[in-house]
């Protein structure tokens, strides 16, 4: 499933580093630490890979 929004798409690519040992789970804060704990490494790679291009920047819900 792809991102809805930038921020969300941004918050996979900072809980994917983290899963990846990229960035330090310590780190993350908000949706991309309840990404980072809820959804697995292939998730998280859909959501980071999805084209912003088009993408609002926020979408109501996003975190």
């Known amino acids: 499933m792809p991102a809805k929004s930038k ?3 941004k ?16 780190d993350l ?3 991309s630490r309840q990404m980072y704990d ?7 790679e859909e959501y980071a890979s999805t084209d912003r291009e088009g993408l609002p920047e926020k979408v109501d819900g996003d975190d």
């Open 7 to 9: 921020a969300q798409q």
């Open 29 to 31: 804060q908000g949706a």
């Open 38 to 44: 809820s959804m697995s490494e292939d998730e998280l």
């Open 11 to 26: 918050a996979a690519g900072a809980a994917l580093s983290a899963k990846r040992g990229d960035t330090k789970v310590s």
